[in-house]
Protein backbone atom coordinates (compact mmCIF):
# COMPACT_ATOMS: atom_id res chain seq x y z
CA UNK A 1 0.00 0.00 0.00
CA UNK A 2 1.16 3.96 -0.89
CA UNK A 3 1.48 6.71 1.21
CA UNK A 4 1.41 10.24 -0.54
CA UNK A 5 3.08 12.82 1.18
CA UNK A 6 3.27 16.63 0.05
CA UNK A 7 6.18 18.91 0.97
CA UNK A 8 8.05 15.56 1.21
CA UNK A 9 11.48 17.43 0.17
CA UNK A 10 12.39 18.85 3.58
CA UNK A 11 11.29 19.58 7.23
CA UNK A 12 8.16 17.61 8.55
CA UNK A 13 7.27 15.62 5.19
CA UNK A 14 10.60 14.35 4.44
CA UNK A 15 10.96 13.23 7.96
CA UNK A 16 7.36 11.46 7.52
CA UNK A 17 8.31 10.03 4.98
CA UNK A 18 11.35 8.62 6.52
CA UNK A 19 8.88 7.18 8.89
CA UNK A 20 6.55 5.93 6.91
CA UNK A 21 8.56 3.92 4.97
CA UNK A 22 9.98 2.66 7.93
CA UNK A 23 6.35 1.26 9.03
CA UNK A 24 6.93 -0.15 5.78
CA UNK A 25 4.42 1.65 3.36
CA UNK A 26 5.44 2.39 -0.14
CA UNK A 27 5.84 6.02 -0.76
CA UNK A 28 4.67 8.83 -3.14
CA UNK A 29 6.77 12.03 -2.74
CA UNK A 30 5.44 15.44 -3.94
CA UNK A 31 7.40 18.85 -3.59
CA UNK A 32 8.44 21.65 -6.13
CA UNK A 33 12.19 20.35 -6.68
CA UNK A 34 12.38 17.09 -8.36
CA UNK A 35 15.88 17.24 -7.23
CA UNK A 36 15.37 17.45 -3.44
CA UNK A 37 12.75 14.72 -3.77
CA UNK A 38 15.08 12.29 -5.47
CA UNK A 39 17.72 12.76 -2.71
CA UNK A 40 15.00 12.11 -0.06
CA UNK A 41 13.81 9.28 -2.43
CA UNK A 42 17.65 8.14 -2.79
CA UNK A 43 18.32 8.31 0.84
CA UNK A 44 14.85 6.40 2.10
CA UNK A 45 15.55 3.39 -0.37
CA UNK A 46 19.28 3.41 1.28
CA UNK A 47 17.65 2.74 4.77
CA UNK A 48 15.05 0.44 3.52
CA UNK A 49 15.68 -0.96 0.00
CA UNK A 50 12.47 -2.89 -0.09
CA UNK A 51 10.01 0.09 -0.76
CA UNK A 52 8.78 1.34 -3.81
CA UNK A 53 9.20 4.80 -4.00
CA UNK A 54 7.42 7.32 -6.59
CA UNK A 55 8.57 10.47 -7.37
CA UNK A 56 6.00 13.62 -8.77
CA UNK A 57 6.95 17.29 -8.81
CA UNK A 58 3.96 19.74 -8.36
CA UNK A 59 3.64 22.79 -7.30
CA UNK A 60 0.42 22.46 -5.16
CA UNK A 61 0.14 26.34 -4.78
CA UNK A 62 -0.97 26.19 -8.43
CA UNK A 63 -4.57 24.77 -8.34
CA UNK A 64 -4.55 22.66 -11.81
CA UNK A 65 -1.31 21.06 -10.09
CA UNK A 66 -3.65 19.43 -7.68
CA UNK A 67 -5.55 17.39 -9.70
CA UNK A 68 -2.99 16.76 -12.16
CA UNK A 69 -0.95 15.26 -9.00
CA UNK A 70 -4.27 13.37 -8.26
CA UNK A 71 -4.36 11.70 -11.70
CA UNK A 72 -1.01 10.99 -11.64
CA UNK A 73 -0.71 9.17 -8.44
CA UNK A 74 -4.04 7.14 -9.58
CA UNK A 75 -2.33 6.50 -12.74
CA UNK A 76 0.93 5.37 -11.29
CA UNK A 77 -0.10 3.59 -8.21
CA UNK A 78 -4.00 2.44 -8.74
CA UNK A 79 -6.66 4.37 -6.66
CA UNK A 80 -7.30 1.55 -4.59
CA UNK A 81 -3.56 1.37 -2.95
CA UNK A 82 -3.75 4.48 -1.08
CA UNK A 83 -3.76 3.94 2.35
CA UNK A 84 -2.29 7.09 3.52
CA UNK A 85 -2.32 10.67 2.51
CA UNK A 86 -0.30 13.61 4.40
CA UNK A 87 -1.60 16.74 3.70
CA UNK A 88 1.89 18.60 4.27
CA UNK A 89 3.50 21.36 2.12
CA UNK A 90 2.23 24.87 3.25
CA UNK A 91 4.33 28.04 3.81
CA UNK A 92 4.58 31.41 5.91
CA UNK A 93 4.70 35.01 5.09
CA UNK A 94 5.42 37.17 8.13
CA UNK A 95 4.78 41.20 8.55
CA UNK A 96 2.27 43.55 9.38
CA UNK A 97 -0.91 42.65 7.84
CA UNK A 98 -0.43 46.39 5.99
CA UNK A 99 3.14 45.70 4.69
CA UNK A 100 2.95 42.31 3.38
CA UNK A 101 3.11 41.32 -0.22
CA UNK A 102 -0.60 40.30 -1.28
CA UNK A 103 0.92 38.32 -4.17
CA UNK A 104 2.66 36.07 -1.61
CA UNK A 105 -0.30 35.78 0.86
CA UNK A 106 -2.56 34.82 -2.18
CA UNK A 107 0.07 32.01 -2.86
CA UNK A 108 0.21 31.18 0.67
CA UNK A 109 -3.67 30.92 0.99
CA UNK A 110 -3.64 28.67 -2.72
CA UNK A 111 -1.03 26.28 -0.93
CA UNK A 112 -1.94 26.21 3.09
CA UNK A 113 -5.42 26.14 2.25
CA UNK A 114 -7.20 25.37 -1.32
CA UNK A 115 -4.97 22.34 -2.30
CA UNK A 116 -5.42 20.84 1.31
CA UNK A 117 -8.95 21.35 0.63
CA UNK A 118 -9.08 19.76 -2.42
CA UNK A 119 -6.42 16.81 -1.66
CA UNK A 120 -8.31 15.75 1.03
CA UNK A 121 -11.70 15.90 -0.86
CA UNK A 122 -10.09 13.81 -3.82
CA UNK A 123 -8.21 11.43 -1.97
CA UNK A 124 -11.02 11.02 1.12
CA UNK A 125 -13.70 10.07 -1.55
CA UNK A 126 -11.43 7.01 -2.59
CA UNK A 127 -10.42 6.15 1.38
CA UNK A 128 -14.22 5.96 1.89
CA UNK A 129 -14.69 3.94 -1.14
CA UNK A 130 -12.23 1.40 -0.37
CA UNK A 131 -13.37 1.53 3.16
CA UNK A 132 -9.70 1.43 4.73
CA UNK A 133 -6.98 4.23 5.05
CA UNK A 134 -5.46 7.21 6.78
CA UNK A 135 -5.32 11.06 6.55
CA UNK A 136 -3.23 13.06 8.01
CA UNK A 137 -3.51 17.00 7.52
CA UNK A 138 -0.92 19.36 8.74
CA UNK A 139 -1.86 21.95 11.01
CA UNK A 140 -0.24 24.10 13.66
CA UNK A 141 -0.85 25.15 17.49
CA UNK A 142 -0.92 28.46 15.41
CA UNK A 143 -4.93 27.48 13.82
CA UNK A 144 -5.91 27.50 17.60
CA UNK A 145 -5.03 31.11 18.02
CA UNK A 146 -4.89 34.48 16.09
CA UNK A 147 -1.28 35.85 15.47
CA UNK A 148 -0.50 38.91 14.98
CA UNK A 149 2.23 39.95 12.49
CA UNK A 150 1.71 36.39 11.08
CA UNK A 151 -1.89 36.73 10.28
CA UNK A 152 -2.08 34.57 7.21
CA UNK A 153 -0.27 32.01 8.21
CA UNK A 154 -2.15 31.20 11.57
CA UNK A 155 -5.69 32.33 9.41
CA UNK A 156 -4.65 29.34 7.12
CA UNK A 157 -4.10 26.73 9.69
CA UNK A 158 -7.28 27.75 11.60
CA UNK A 159 -8.64 26.73 8.29
CA UNK A 160 -6.77 23.30 8.19
CA UNK A 161 -7.43 22.28 11.79
CA UNK A 162 -11.19 23.19 11.65
CA UNK A 163 -11.74 21.50 8.34
CA UNK A 164 -10.15 18.63 9.44
CA UNK A 165 -12.06 18.34 12.92
CA UNK A 166 -15.23 18.68 10.76
CA UNK A 167 -14.38 15.67 8.71
CA UNK A 168 -13.16 13.60 11.29
CA UNK A 169 -16.47 13.93 12.93
CA UNK A 170 -18.51 13.19 9.82
CA UNK A 171 -16.83 10.23 9.40
CA UNK A 172 -17.43 8.99 12.87
CA UNK A 173 -20.69 9.92 12.92
CA UNK A 174 -20.71 7.67 9.78
CA UNK A 175 -18.85 4.58 11.36
CA UNK A 176 -16.40 4.75 8.79
CA UNK A 177 -12.95 3.06 9.04
CA UNK A 178 -10.86 5.73 7.45
CA UNK A 179 -9.05 7.87 10.16
CA UNK A 180 -8.70 12.10 9.85
CA UNK A 181 -6.21 13.37 12.01
CA UNK A 182 -4.56 16.76 12.06
CA UNK A 183 -0.88 16.98 13.17
CA UNK A 184 -0.59 20.80 15.35
CA UNK A 185 2.72 21.09 16.35
CA UNK A 186 4.70 23.96 18.15
CA UNK A 187 8.31 25.06 16.87
CA UNK A 188 10.20 22.79 15.30
CA UNK A 189 13.23 22.48 13.96
CA UNK A 190 13.05 23.03 10.42
CA UNK A 191 13.69 25.61 7.31
CA UNK A 192 10.34 27.08 8.08
CA UNK A 193 10.93 29.64 9.90
CA UNK A 194 14.11 31.04 7.82
CA UNK A 195 11.79 30.41 4.76
CA UNK A 196 9.23 33.06 6.33
CA UNK A 197 11.28 35.33 7.23
CA UNK A 198 11.28 35.12 11.32
CA UNK A 199 13.86 33.92 14.11
CA UNK A 200 13.22 31.97 16.80
CA UNK A 201 14.77 31.36 20.29
CA UNK A 202 14.41 28.81 23.17
CA UNK A 203 13.95 25.31 22.37
CA UNK A 204 11.52 23.57 19.59
CA UNK A 205 10.72 19.98 19.12
CA UNK A 206 12.96 17.82 16.70
CA UNK A 207 11.11 17.36 13.14
CA UNK A 208 11.46 13.60 13.46
CA UNK A 209 9.34 13.57 17.08
CA UNK A 210 6.98 15.77 15.36
CA UNK A 211 6.59 13.06 12.39
CA UNK A 212 6.73 10.26 14.38
CA UNK A 213 3.59 11.34 16.95
CA UNK A 214 1.98 12.84 13.97
CA UNK A 215 1.92 9.51 11.89
CA UNK A 216 1.45 7.29 15.20
CA UNK A 217 -1.87 9.51 16.22
CA UNK A 218 -3.16 9.57 13.28
CA UNK A 219 -3.01 5.21 12.91
CA UNK A 220 -4.17 5.33 16.35
CA UNK A 221 -7.37 7.55 14.95
CA UNK A 222 -6.43 11.18 17.06
CA UNK A 223 -8.69 13.77 15.58
CA UNK A 224 -5.69 16.32 16.92
CA UNK A 225 -2.00 15.50 17.76
CA UNK A 226 -0.30 17.92 19.02
CA UNK A 227 3.61 16.56 19.96
CA UNK A 228 5.75 17.20 22.73
CA UNK A 229 5.10 18.33 26.32
CA UNK A 230 4.38 22.11 26.24
CA UNK A 231 2.47 23.16 23.82
CA UNK A 232 -0.58 21.50 24.70
CA UNK A 233 -0.61 23.07 28.17
CA UNK A 234 0.09 26.49 25.95
CA UNK A 235 -2.86 25.81 23.73
CA UNK A 236 -4.95 25.18 26.59
CA UNK A 237 -3.86 27.73 28.24
CA UNK A 238 -4.45 30.41 25.31
CA UNK A 239 -8.40 28.99 24.90
CA UNK A 240 -8.12 29.82 28.70
CA UNK A 241 -7.45 33.74 28.21
CA UNK A 242 -9.92 34.08 25.85
CA UNK A 243 -9.38 35.48 22.15
CA UNK A 244 -8.33 39.28 23.16
CA UNK A 245 -6.14 38.41 25.89
CA UNK A 246 -4.36 35.59 23.90
CA UNK A 247 -3.93 37.75 20.78
CA UNK A 248 -2.29 40.44 22.78
CA UNK A 249 -0.05 38.30 24.05
CA UNK A 250 0.86 36.40 20.41
CA UNK A 251 1.25 39.78 19.26
CA UNK A 252 4.41 40.69 21.60
CA UNK A 253 5.60 37.26 20.94
CA UNK A 254 5.21 37.13 17.13
CA UNK A 255 7.04 40.98 16.91
CA UNK A 256 9.92 39.94 18.65
CA UNK A 257 10.56 36.99 15.34
CA UNK A 258 11.28 40.27 13.04
CA UNK A 259 15.33 40.80 11.89
CA UNK A 260 15.45 39.21 9.03
Same mark, same amino acid.
Given at each position: ????????? &?????? @?????????? %?????????????????????????????????????????????????????????????? *? &??????????????????????????????? !?????? %???? *??????? *????????? &????????????????????? @?????????????? !?????????? &??? %??????? !??????????????? %?????????? @???????????????????????? *???????????
Amino acid at each position: MYALVTGAS &AGIGME @IARYLGKLGY %DLILTARSEEKLRHVRAGILKRYPGRTILVIPADLSQREECFRLYQEVCEQAGRENIEFVVN *N &AGRGVYGLFLETDLEQELNLIDLNVTAVHIL !SKLFLR %DLVE *NGHGVLL *NVGSCAGFM &AGPTFSSYYASKSYVVRLTEA @IHEELRRAKSPVKV !SCLCPGPTAT &AFN %DNSGVKV !SGKQIPTPQAAREGV %DGALAGKMIV @IPGRKMPFVVGASRLMGEHLSTMI *NYSLQVKKAGK
